[in-house]
C-alpha cells in the first residue's frame, strides 16, 4: 500500500523547474545505485563508508575513507557515466571527494 520515498522520487521528472533539493535527492540515490554497480569488486563493508553528501551546480562531493578516495579518484568517469545514465539525463558534470 506505501511505497518508499526513494521509488518515489525515482518517478518525478528531472526538469530546469524542479526543485534544487529533488533534484540533489535524486542524484544521490542514482550516485547510490551507481556506486554499488562501478565498484562490485570492493568489499560491501567499504562500499557502505561512502556516501554522496552534496549536489550542487553541478558537481556531487562524496565522502568516504581516505584509503578509498583514491581509488574512487580514478574510477570518477565510469562513475559520472553511469550516475548519469541512471537519471537519464547528463547532471553530474564532475566529483568531488571528501575525507571522512
Given at each position: 500500500?506505501?511505497?518508499?520515498?526513494?521509488?518515489?522520487l525515482?518517478?518525478?521528472p528531472?526538469?530546469?523547474?524542479?526543485?534544487?533539493?529533488?533534484v540533489?535527492l535524486?542524484?544521490?540515490?542514482?550516485?547510490?545505485e551507481?556506486l554499488a554497480?562501478?565498484c562490485s569488486?570492493?568489499?560491501?563493508e567499504?562500499i557502505?563508508?561512502?556516501?554522496?553528501?552534496?549536489f550542487?551546480?553541478?558537481?556531487l562531493?562524496?565522502?568516504?575513507p581516505?584509503m578509498?578516495?583514491?581509488?574512487?579518484q580514478m574510477?570518477s568517469g565510469g562513475?559520472i557515466?553511469e550516475?548519469?545514465k541512471?537519471?537519464?539525463?547528463?547532471?553530474?558534470k564532475s566529483?568531488?571527494?571528501r575525507?571522512?
Open positions: 500500500m506505501f511505497r518508499p520515498i526513494g521509488s518515489l525515482k518517478e518525478i528531472i526538469r530546469s523547474r524542479s526543485p534544487k533539493a529533488i540533489a535524486q542524484v544521490r540515490n542514482a550516485a547510490l551507481s554497480l562501478v569488486d570492493l568489499p560491501k567499504i557502505e563508508t561512502i556516501k554522496p553528501s552534496i550542487k551546480a553541478g558537481v562531493t562524496v565522502t568516504a581516505q578509498v578516495t583514491g581509488e574512487l574510477r562513475l557515466r550516475i548519469n541512471v537519471l537519464g539525463k547528463q547532471i553530474v566529483l568531488r571527494f575525507v571522512l
